[in-house]
Nanobody, 133 residues
Framework: VQLQASGGGSVQAGGSLRLSCATS????????????MGWFRQAPGKERDFVAS????????YYTNSLKGRFTISRDDAKNTVYLQMNNLKPEDTAVYYC???????????????????????WGQGTEFTVSS
């Protein structure tokens, strides 16, 4: 499975941005909805951190507490794409954002596992954006 993240760039503080992550290249019988999807980010000089996740059905989502209310994860199974809508952006949101896919698509209790990088089987290359004050 290949993941291609896009949508990065530069934005001023208070602005909004939507990242996309398109998936392709599945070689087994799985469909996009069989995968739970997650977003992680890595700020300059810091470790990669969990941002948000969404179940295979899209009915369950989970966010890191500090971003709840500003960021929204969603998915469009017809387009095999997961999105991250980010509002009221702050300079501390500056980072490389990575999307990831987990074969635990049916696991709905996302808070129990989806924040762990080890639970994801495929990763995109990352898309970077900068929030200027």
């Amino acid at each position: 499975v290949q993941l291609q993240a896009s949508g990065g760039g530069s934005v001023q503080a208070g602005g909004s941005l939507r990242l996309s992550c398109a998936t392709s290249g599945r070689t087994d019988a799985r469909t996009f909805s069989d995968y739970a999807m997650g977003w992680f980010r890595q700020a300059p000089g810091k470790e990669r951190d969990f941002v948000a996740s969404i179940s295979g059905t899209g009915r369950s989502t989970y966010y890191t507490n500090s971003l709840k209310g500003r960021f929204t994860i969603s998915r469009d199974d017809a387009k095999n794409t997961v999105y991250l809508q980010m509002n009221n952006l702050k300079p501390e949101d500056t980072a490389v954002y990575y999307c990831a896919a987990s074969m635990r698509g049916l696991a709905t209790v996302l808070r129990a596992w989806s924040h762990q990088e080890s639970e994801y089987h495929y990763w995109g290359q990352g898309t970077e954006f900068t929030v200027s004050s």
